[in-house]
């Protein structure tokens, strides 16, 4: 039996609505994932049946802001019974560190995924400082004892 009203769905649908990001669920279609690989971060978002051409992908003032659309046509003739996939525009912004080069950011796009990767800058990234013991002063005899050390 093909059912075309399902309330379980529809409740489905009002509680995405209500609880999307508070418990890290996003119901906007455009899921991701960001990741510090050593000396870079990369972000990658989930964009199947998107058209590359339709992607908008701007930085400024180290805020990445993403924009893609995604509109799913049935086959003509066709009767849509149940359509669950979102489609439309879809937009998603997040705040980088301060420490990125943002000049040398880049984007590719494979099989439905977008991975936008930025180079931590030089100055930022961790160095090892090296502790150096401090040589032990020699007391000569003729110079007066410090408090708190016995003579």
């Not at 059912?3 to 489905?12: A, C, E, H, L, S």
């Given at each position: 039996?093909?059912?075309?009203?399902?309330?379980?769905?529809?409740?489905?649908?009002?509680?995405?609505?209500?609880?999307d990001g508070a418990l890290g669920i996003t119901g906007n279609g455009m899921p991701m994932d960001l990741v510090r690989i050593g000396d870079r971060i990369e972000v990658s978002f989930d964009l199947p049946g998107v058209d590359p051409d339709s992607v908008e992908l701007t930085i400024r003032r180290n805020v990445l802001a993403l924009k893609a659309e995604r509109h799913l046509q049935p086959?003509?003739?066709a009767e849509v019974i149940i359509r669950e996939r979102p489609q439309g525009s879809f937009t998603r912004s997040l705040y980088?560190?301060?420490d990125v080069d943002l000049d040398r950011a880049a984007a590719r796009y494979d099989h439905g995924v977008l991975t936008v990767s930025v180079p931590v800058s030089e100055s930022a990234q961790r160095r090892r400082i090296e502790v150096k013991p401090s040589e032990p002063k020699a007391l000569t005899t003729g110079e007066p004892a410090k408090e708190g050390v016995a003579a």
């Open positions: 039996m093909l059912v075309r009203f399902d309330p379980f769905r529809v409740f489905d649908e009002l509680s995405r609505g209500v609880f086959v003509e003739g980088l560190p301060d």
